[in-house]
């Protein structure tokens, strides 16, 4: 049987794979940032990643133009920030956010859908489920007197704010300032927010997805907090639980009333329709107010947005309006003057100079297009990460050695020629790394280091079977030179098989698969067509010129004396037979 084409040029075939070498560290030193450093993952340098799924109303999947808005609004944040190393990517149907060092907080931030309205008070009360302490004291940003705790006067020709236990009055009559918060007893309520005792769920026939769940929550939330029913309302008041997850966060229609929470959780508000959307921001900033000692957010609004601000405060004097940041109350300050002219305000409320800073820098880059939940959130230390990277290291290395070890004693000098092709690989591996992660944003982390490591023993296993054809080759008599070709010929079948089924197993995995697992399908899948490259332009040809060489065809050298004893026997027991 002739060589294998493709094998009868040896010298040719290990100058292609030098030239693909030599493009690849060309890219890797000459584009880019020209660092040789590949991109680690948070487990192996340390940080915070959170992924994120979208929230819709109608419990269907997010479209990818929302979900790119979202990357591109995110990834402004970040900028805005100025935290360097982080990244956004969409996964799926999720977002993933990876953040340096170790501030779980900056990442979730991050993932605000920072939907703001400005809404009118119509009516504030303590929450009567959960409990809760007595209700804050908001201050307006531009006056000095504290808020109102009293439910304001509303403005003419607005519906009289309902008071919960209470009756309706008729024409302009309005509400006593003194009204309290009487017990009522709704209906039962099948859901899970807001709560009532003791809520009541209504099996459904096959059970719900996730999704669907979700979107039951939001839409009997709606039903119940954004009625325009005055003794809807007074139920949903008297129902509010401050103290659970408000399934409405992102979701509330700016069109209708909202019955919601503070921030704090020490006050329900009735809320009017919107007036103002947070779109209508032109800037936003952080900054200490010095004469009351406190971090505040400074807006500067569009034009529309300042005739609207102009509106509501010339409406709203001496009464409260409320900042609403993803369907909470964030601050509700009294308005002491007005109309305020300008298009200028500030937000008030429990700020540290961080969270002050972030809310400004949310606001400013704009509302998520879609609301998220965190699914996973996993925040790892520097130093774990290094001893981390340190274990994958060494784990990388031993299996290299033991590698080597084993084909050195089983295939004498023959196993030099498989730890070169193993270091070619090693070379080509890494070298493609650095550039996915500079192209890509790929990172490599410690399940990535495992597919490594079982890449390492997928190329041993195409030596052995390549070896292992060589001497059945001998075993029937022919030399070390004219078995090479035709155990290559029988060999690389059998590679092929073994690949193509190791790929396919890789790319189902990575398509199926989820965080992690998907870094370790994707470094699976590279070795594995790295191995096919390496086996036909480094280790074939270098088998192809020792087998023309003296020195290797020798039997203390490739260690295939014992397979010539046994051809030799086997050619003398056939003499024999035919002697006869």
């Known amino acids: 049987m002739p060589p294998s084409q493709g094998s009868a040029h040896p010298f040719r075939l290990l100058g292609v794979y030098a030239a693909l070498l030599a493009v690849i560290y060309a890219l890797v030193f000459f584009t880019g940032d020209h660092s040789p450093s590949a991109k680690l993952g948070i487990d192996l340098q340390g940080g915070t990643r959170v992924t994120l799924t979208a929230r819709t109303p109608d419990g269907n999947k997010p479209s990818q133009d929302s979900l790119k808005k979202a990357q591109e609004i995110i990834e402004n944040r970040v900028n805005g920030l100025g935290v360097s190393g982080s990244e956004v990517v969409i996964d799926g149907d999720n977002l993933v956010i990876t953040v340096p060092g170790e501030d779980s907080q900056q990442a979730r931030a991050l993932a605000t859908t920072a939907k703001l309205y400005i809404r ?106 954004q009625s325009t029913d005055q003794q809807v309302q007074q139920v949903a008041v008297a129902a509010m639980d401050c103290t659970k997850p408000d399934p409405l966060a992102g979701n509330d229609d700016p069109a209708l009333p909202l019955v919601t929470c503070s921030q704090d959780g020490t006050e329900v508000f009735l809320l009017g329709p919107s007036r103002i959307d947070g779109q209508e921001i032109a800037d936003a900033t952080s900054g200490l107010n010095s004469q009351q000692a406190r971090h505040e957010v400074n807006l500067e609004f569009k034009s529309a947005g300042a005739d609207a601000w102009s509106d509501l405060t010339g409406e709203y004097v001496n009464k409260r309006v409320a900042f609403v940041l993803d369907s909470q109350v964030v601050s509700a300050p009294q308005v002491q003057q007005g109309p305020q002219l300008g298009g200028r305000t500030s937000i008030s409320g429990s700020f540290t100079a961080d969270s002050a800073s972030e809310l400004a820098n949310t606001l400013k880059y704009g509302s998520l297009p879609l609301s998220f939940q965190t699914s996973e959130a996993e925040t790892v230390s520097a130093t774990l990460g290094l001893s981390s990277l340190k274990a994958g290291l060494l784990a990388g290395a031993i299996g290299l050695i033991a590698v080597l070890l084993y084909c050195l004693l089983v295939y004498r000098m023959l196993g030099l020629l498989a730890g070169f092709s193993l270091i070619a690989a090693g070379v080509a591996v890494y070298g493609i790394i650095v550039l996915l992660g500079r192209w890509i944003g790929f ?63 890789s790319v189902v995995l990575y398509l199926l698969a989820a965080g992690q697992v998907k870094g370790f399908a994707f470094t699976l899948g590279v070795t594995t067509v790295l191995d096919v490259i390496v086996l036909y332009l480094v280790t074939a040809p270098l088998l192809m010129l020792a087998a023309r060489s003296p020195f290797w065809a020798k039997p203390s050298v490739n260690g295939l004396g014992s397979v010539q004893q046994i051809a030799r026997e086997r050619g003398q027991a056939r003499s024999k037979e035919m002697s006869r």
């Open 120 to 225: 009118p008070v119509l009516f504030a009360t303590e929450p009567q489920a959960g409990g809760a302490a007595p209700p804050a004291t908001g201050t307006a940003p531009p006056g000095t007197a504290p808020p109102a705790t009293d439910a304001p006067v509303p403005a003419p020709g607005e519906a009289t704010p309902p008071v919960p236990g209470a009756v309706t009055l008729p024409g302009d009559a309005t509400l006593p300032g003194d009204a309290t918060l009487a017990p009522t007893t709704p209906a039962p309520q099948s859901r899970v927010f807001p709560a009532q005792a003791p809520p009541t769920p209504t099996p459904t026939p096959g059970g719900l997805t996730h999704q669907q769940q979700q979107a039951k929550e939001i839409a009997d939330a709606k039903a119940l907090r």
């Open 443 to 505: 990172t490599l982390d410690l399940a990535g280091i495992a597919g490594l490591i079982i890449g390492i023993g997928l190329t041993a296993d195409s030596f052995v079977v390549f070896f292992e054809r060589i001497k059945d080759e001998m075993r029937e008599g022919r030399s070390f030179r004219s078995a090479v070709p035709r155990g290559w010929a029988r060999a690389q079948r059998t590679n092929l098989s073994g690949k193509t089924v190791s790929l396919i197993a």
